[in-house]
C-alpha cells in the first residue's frame, strides 16, 4: 500500500514541476528556456529512475517498457529511462526451490544433478540458475518469483490510477494506449511458454543458416513458470577481447548480425525485440563464430503489409520519390487515414530534401547520423513558417507498435555495429537481401545504386527542390495568404467608401431636416434627422472599421 502512495506523490511532483515550468519559461529567453526543460527532464527521468529501483517489482520494468512505448516523450526524458536495469537483490534459492517443486510437481534433486544457489542473473519477473540436469546436459534454469501474478495485478492497478492522473493534466499524450500496451507486454512475458514458443521458432527459421542460432529447449522441463534451455558458453557480443579470443574479429560479427536481422524482419517476418549486448552471445563451432540469440521474452511479428511498406519506402527514398514516401508510409500505419495530405506532403517532402541534401543514400553511415537540439528547433521553426504546427502533425502521423519494437531493435543493433565495426557500411550489408526481398512483390529489383545514379542526371533537368515546394505550396492554394494581403485592402478602400457615402448622405439628409423645419412642415423634419442620425451611426461603424483594417495591415 505504501508503494502506492508513494508512487502517486512522486507522480504528482513531476507534474506540479513541469506545469511551473511551462510558467516560468514564458519569462525566459528562447535558448535557455531550452537549456531549463532539457535539465528537468533529465532531472524528473533521474528521480523516475531511482523511485522504480526503490519501488523494485514490476515498476523496473514499467520504467525501461515505458522508455520504448512511450513515444511522445522528450527524448531526453527516454534517453535517462534507458539506463534504468534490472538490479534486483536475488531471491533465496529456498523460495525458488519451492516453485520448481510446485511447476514440476516432484523435488527438483529428481530432475537436477547440481544447481547452482546463486543465481547468474535476477531480473524484475524471474532469476536465472546455472544447474545440470541427471541427463548430464549443462542447462540454465530460468525461474519466476513465487507470488509475481499478485504482484503484477497490484502493480498494474497503480499504474492505471497513475495514468488517469497524469491524464488529466496531459489529456492528448495518449497514456491510456501506452498503459494497454505496457499491460499486454508484461502479462506476455510472465508466461515463459510464450517465450519457449518464440525460441523454438526462431532456431527453426535458423535451422539451415550457419552462424545464427538459439539455445536448445529442453521441453520436457519447461512450463508456464519455468524456463530450462542449454547453456551457453560464449563472450557477449561487444567483448572485442574476447571475439579476439574465438579466432574472429567486430566486422564479420557485425555482418552476420545485420544479415540476420534481414532474415528475420524480410523472410521470416519474426525477429528478436530486445537485442542488446547480455542477450547475443558468440561462441566458437565448428563452421567459425556463431551468434546465439538468448532470452526470448520480447520477441515480436511484423506483418507482411509493413515489410512490403519497408522495401517501397526504400525504393522510393533511393528514386527520390517523395509520393512513393507517402505511400509506403501510408501501407505501414504511419500516415492517418484521415489525414490532411496538405500536411503530410509538405512534411515528407521537407525531410526528404534535407535528407538528399544533408547526407544521401550514397552516403549512408552511421557515423553521419546526427542530431541536435537547434537541429530540432530549426526544424519546427520551418514547419510553423509552412503553417504547419505539432497539433497537424499529431493528427496527421502516428507511430505504431509493430515499428516502435522495430525501431528500438534497430537503434540497440546499430549500438553494436557501432561499437564493434565503426566503418562497417550497413547499408551495403543490407540492400543485397532488399533487393532479393522485393522480387517477391513484384517490385523493381534492379541495382539501386544504378537507380541513385539515374536520378542524379533526372535531377540535372528537374526543378529545383525550392521550387518544386512552391508550385506544391501553390497546388495547395497557399497563394491565398498573399491573396488575403489584397482583401485587406480591399477591405480598406470598401469600408472608406462607406465612409464617404454614408457622410455625404447623413449631411444631405440633415440640410434638408433644416430646410423642412424653416417651411413648417416639422414632421418630415424629425423624420430626415432620424434617417441624418442612422447615416452618422453608418459612417462611424465604417469609420471604425476603415481604422481597425489599417491598424492590422501595420
Known sequence: MFRQYRAYLLVIRIILSYKWATFRVRFLPHERSLRYMEALNRKNARRLCHAFMKLKGLYIKLGQLIS????ALPSSFRDELTVLQDKITPTDYSLMKQRLAGEWGQKPEKVLASIDKHPIAAASIGQVHRAVLKTGEEVVVKIQYPGLERILARDLRA????????SVFFPDAELHRIYEEIRSILLEEIDFSIEARNMRRFRENFAGFHGITAPVLFEEHSTSKVLVTEFIDGCKINDTQGLKALGTDGETVATHLIESV??????????????HPGNLLVRKSAQGPEIVFIDFGAACEISETTREGMVEFVQAG???DTQGLIKAMRKMGFIA???????????????????????????????????????????????????????DIGRTFHVPREWVLLERTFLLLMGIVTEIAPELD??????????RFSIKYGLDPSSLALASMRELAINAFALPAELRNMMQ?????????????????????????????????????????????????????????????????????????AWSSLKRRN
Request: aromatic residues 14%; charged residues 25%; contains cysteine.
Open 68 to 71: 520504448i512505448l512511450a513515444t
Open 159 to 166: 499504474f492505471r490510477r497513475i495514468v488517469s492522473i497524469i
Open 262 to 275: 534481414a532474415h528475420q524482419i524480410l523472410d521470416h517476418g519474426f525477429y528478436h525485440a530486445d537485442p
Open 318 to 320: 533511393v528514386r527520390k
Open 337 to 391: 487515414i484521415e489525414a490532411d495530405p496538405k500536411v503530410y506532403d509538405r512534411v515528407v517532402s521537407y525531410f526528404h530534401d534535407k535528407f538528399h541534401q544533408e547526407i544521401g543514400l550514397e552516403n549512408l553511415k552511421l557515423g553521419n547520423l546526427k542530431f541536435s537540439i537547434r537541429e530540432g528547433m530549426e526544424q519546427m521553426a520551418t514547419l510553423k513558417r509552412m503553417n504547419i504546427t505539432l497539433k
Open 426 to 435: 550497413i547499408y551495403e550489408v543490407f540492400i543485397p537481401h532488399l533487393k
Open 473 to 545: 505550396r501553390l497546388s495547395y492554394g497557399e497563394i491565398s495568404l498573399k491573396w488575403a494581403e489584397a482583401e485587406k485592402g480591399f477591405q480598406l478602400i470598401y469600408y472608406l467608401v462607406q465612409e464617404v457615402f454614408f457622410g455625404i448622405l447623413g449631411w444631405t439628409m440633415l440640410n434638408a431636416a433644416w430646410s423642412q423645419e424653416d417651411r413648417g412642415m416639422p414632421q418630415r423634419a424629425k423624420l430626415l434627422t432620424l434617417a441624418a442620425g442612422c447615416c452618422g451611426l453608418l459612417f462611424l461603424r465604417a469609420f471604425f472599421l
